[in-house]
């Protein structure tokens, strides 16, 4: 480090030297919201002030995101005590992925086509709850499938064995999806190389081409 480095790191210079990149309210409420529910639809209303502060820091004062999460028309409180806040955008896409689920049950043919598969991954075979599952998602006729289990369950080796039948039975391929660009790349490393983040698939028309196949 030179003289010139330590120079800058004294307090009285750090202190002095104007804020550099800091995001202006308006642009801190936007990545506020877009991290608050990337992953679920509901949060507590401090949590939603507090998500404001940390994105906007040293650009909005308390009371302001106070006021933000209060007032704010974007969120939409569906608790009863009005505790737990949402917006009426994820509302809404909630609302319909629950609809589509609804009346897809027992619609379609299963992803099995019927036929008999011999689990293949040997730690997916000697647990009888992974094994259930993926019986279940090869064997359902629903448009939606779900499963879930805590960090370290072994989701990931389930999701692995059951994409590995699913194109085995069905000749096609699987194109996974994850949420967000940091998660999308534990299924990457995990062997699928096409896997992709929904908000890319969402804009993204080959993509969309190739799942039609």
């Known amino acids: 480090m030179t003289s010139q480095e330590r120079e800058s790191l004294r307090p009285e ?3 002095s030297t104007a804020p550099q990149n800091l995001l202006e309210a308006r642009a801190a409420k936007d990545l506020a919201i877009k991290h608050l529910f990337e992953h679920v639809s509901l949060k507590r209303e401090l949590h939603n ?3 404001l502060l940390r994105r906007g820091l040293a650009r909005v004062p308390i009371a302001e995101a106070l006021a933000w999460v209060k007032s704010d028309p974007i969120f939409v409180r569906p608790d009863p005590e009005g505790r737990l806040l949402t917006t009426r955008e994820v509302r809404d896409a909630e609302n319909k992925m629950i609809s589509l689920a609804a009346e897809g049950q027992g619609k379609h043919e299963a992803l099995n086509g019927g036929r008999e598969w011999v689990i293949r991954n040997p730690l ?5 709850e992974q094994s259930k599952a993926v019986r279940h998602v090869l064997g359902s006729k629903d448009f939606v499938i779900s499963f879930k289990g805590p960090a370290g369950a072994g ?10 039948a699913i ?7 699987v194109l996974v999806l994850a949420p967000s660009s ?11 190389t096409n896997a992709e983040t929904l908000q890319q698939f969402q804009v993204n ?7 039609k196949c």
């Open 13 to 15: 210079c750090v202190k």
């Open 49 to 51: 002030a507090g998500m």
């Open 124 to 128: 997916v075979g000697g647990n009888e």
């Open 155 to 164: 989701k990931t080796q389930l999701m692995t064995e059951a994409v590995t």
């Open 167 to 173: 194109e085995a039975l069905s000749g096609k391929r």
């Open 182 to 192: 940091p998660s999308v790349e534990m299924p990457r490393a995990q062997g699928f």
């Open 205 to 211: 028309s080959d993509l969309q081409e190739q799942v």
